[in-house]
C-alpha cells in the first residue's frame, strides 16, 4: 500500500526538523520559528541551545510545574486549546461542535464491545496543541496502563478549519490508544492523535510503537504491571497534535468548557467517587 500524501510531506518535514544545521543556520531557524510562531520562551531554555528544530519542538521544561496532588483533581496533560468537550450521547462526541465522531470507530477494531461500552454515555475532552504550544504530554491522574494500541492511519491537519469541514478527522489519522484503569477500576482512554507534520508520537513506557514509520497492521501491547503517577511525563508529539480523554458515565465533573485555553496541571475535573 503506498504511503498517503499526508504521511510522506509529514515524513519529509521530519527529515527537515530533526537535521541538526550548522549551529549559526540552527540559531536563525530556531529564531524564525519562535518569533513567527509567537513562543513563550519564559519557562524554557533559550531557542539557541537547541541543535535541531525538534529539540525546540519536544523542548522540557526548565523547572517542573506544580500541580494538586489530590487524588480527586484530574489535571490537563498537556498545553492546549479545549476544542470539544462534554457528555457523550451512546458513542457519539464531537470534534468541534456540528461536526461529530464515534468513539467505537475512534478506539478502534482491537477494543471488544465490552470494552468500548466502557465510557458509551460518558465524557469527552479534546485537547489541541497548536504548533507554540509545549509538545510534551503528561499522566493527568494516578492510573494503571492496561492497553496500547497503535492505529496506523493518514496525517491530516487538525487546526480549527480542518476540525470545521473534514468528517471523522481523528477516525482517519493515526493515533495510540491507551487504555488506563483508575486506582478503583475505573476505565478511561487517552488517544494520541497524529497530524500534519505530526508524524511521531513518542510514547516512552511503550518503545516499540514506532509512529510514521511504514506500519500498515495495527500494534497491540498490553501490561499486567504498568503504574504511573500524576505528572509523569510520558512522550511528546513532534509538533502540535490533539488530545482525546474518553471516560465512564459520572467519572468527573469537568471544571473546564469548550473554547479555553489550559495548562499543563492545571485541574481541569473533580473525579466522582
Same mark, same amino acid.
Given at each position: *500500500? ?9 515524513? =519529509? ?22 518569533? @513567527? ?5 519564559? +519557562?524554557? /531554555? $533559550?531557542?539557541?541551545? =537547541? ?13 517542573? %510545574? ?19 468537550? &462534554?457528555? @457523550? ?8 461542535? &456540528?461536526?461529530?465522531? /464515534?468513539?467505537?470507530?475512534? @478506539? ?9 461500552? $466502557? !465510557? ?20 493527568? *491522574?494516578?492510573?494503571?496502563? @492496561? /492497553? ?7 496525517? =491530516? ?17 493515526? %493515533? ?7 486506582? #478503583?477500576?475505573?476505565?478511561?482512554? *487517552?488517544?494520541?492523535? &497524529? ?6 508520537? /513518542? ?8 509512529? #510514521? ?8 501491547? +498490553? ?15 513532534? *509538533? ?7 471516560? +465512564? ?12 485555553? !489550559? ?7 473533580? =473525579?466522582?467517587?
Amino acid at each position: *500500500m503506498s504511503k498517503h500524501i499526508t504521511s510522506l510531506i509529514s515524513q =519529509y518535514f521530519g527529515k527537515f526538523a530533526s537535521h541538526e544545521f550548522p549551529s549559526w543556520f540552527q540559531r536563525i531557524v530556531n529564531q524564525s520559528y519562535v518569533s @513567527l510562531m509567537g513562543l513563550d520562551m519564559s +519557562e524554557f /531554555k $533559550a531557542p539557541s541551545t =537547541y541543535k535541531s528544530l525538534n529539540q525546540l519542538f519536544t523542548r522540557h521544561l526548565r523547572e517542573p %510545574r506544580h500541580f494538586s496532588l489530590d487524588g480527586a483533581d484530574l489535571i490537563s496533560p498537556c498545553d492546549s486549546f479545549i476544542s470539544e468537550c &462534554g457528555d @457523550l450521547d451512546e458513542d457519539y462526541a464531537l470534534q468541534i461542535k &456540528g461536526m461529530g465522531y /464515534k468513539t467505537d470507530e475512534l @478506539l478502534g477494531e482491537n477494543f471488544s464491545d465490552e470494552e468500548k461500552k $466502557a !465510557v458509551h454515555n460518558g465524557q469527552f475532552i479534546n485537547f489541541y496543541l497548536s504548533p507554540k504550544d509545549y509538545h510534551r504530554y503528561h499522566i493527568p *491522574m494516578n492510573l494503571k496502563v @492496561l /492497553k496500547a494500541v497503535h492505529i496506523p492511519g493518514k496525517l =491530516y491537519p487538525v487546526n480549527m478549519p480542518s476540525l470545521k469541514k473534514r468528517l471523522n478527522l481523528f477516525i482517519e489519522n493515526e %493515533r495510540v490508544v491507551i487504555k488506563c484503569e483508575t486506582v #478503583d477500576k475505573k476505565i478511561f482512554y *487517552m488517544v494520541l492523535v &497524529g497530524a500534519l507534520n505530526v508524524g511521531v508520537m /513518542k510514547v516512552s513506557f511503550e518503545p516499540r510503537i514506532k509512529t #510514521d514509520a511504514d506500519a500498515e497492521q495495527q500494534s497491540v501491547y +498490553e501490561y499486567e504491571d504498568l503504574y504511573l503517577n500524576k505528572g509523569d511525563d510520558f512522550g511528546c508529539f513532534e *509538533m502540535g497534535s490533539t488530545i482525546v480523554i474518553l471516560s +465512564e458515565e459520572n467519572m468527573f465533573d469537568l471544571q473546564i468548557n469548550s473554547g479555553e485555553h !489550559v495548562r499543563f496541571g492545571q485541574t481541569i475535573a473533580k =473525579y466522582l467517587d
